[in-house]
């Protein structure tokens, strides 16, 4: 079964700010249990110019504590 997972990114921005990257990930649940959600939230997040490093989902408690901080109707949507 697939679903959609929000995911949070610390990254550098192309102006080498500091940033958050918002996206949902589109993934069968054997993906998010195996974490790759992860690498494409990373990957989507690098491919729009900014320097990736960490990855939160909506499980995770700092991705939890940052989900109120956007608004998710224009997030990017990408699939696995």
Same mark, same amino acid.
């Given at each position: 079964?697939?679903?959609?997972?929000? &995911? *949070? =990114?610390?990254?550098?921005n192309?102006?080498? %700010?500091s940033?958050?990257?918002? &996206? *949902? =990930?589109?993934?069968d649940e054997s993906?998010? %249990?195996d974490g790759?959600?992860?690498?494409?939230?990373?990957?989507?997040c690098?491919?729009?110019?900014?320097?990736?490093?960490?990855?939160y989902?909506?499980?995770?408690s700092?991705?939890?504590a940052?989900?109120?901080?956007?608004?998710w109707?224009?997030?990017?949507?990408?699939?696995?």
């Amino acid at each position: 079964m697939r679903k959609q997972i929000k &995911c *949070i =990114v610390s990254c550098i921005n192309s102006n080498g %700010e500091s940033d958050l990257y918002f &996206c *949902i =990930v589109t993934a069968d649940e054997s993906d998010i %249990e195996d974490g790759e959600h992860y690498s494409v939230a990373k990957t989507q997040c690098e491919l729009e110019g900014c320097e990736a490093f960490l990855v939160y989902d909506e499980n995770d408690s700092a991705g939890r504590a940052m989900l109120p901080l956007f608004n998710w109707n224009s997030a990017t949507n990408v699939g696995i």
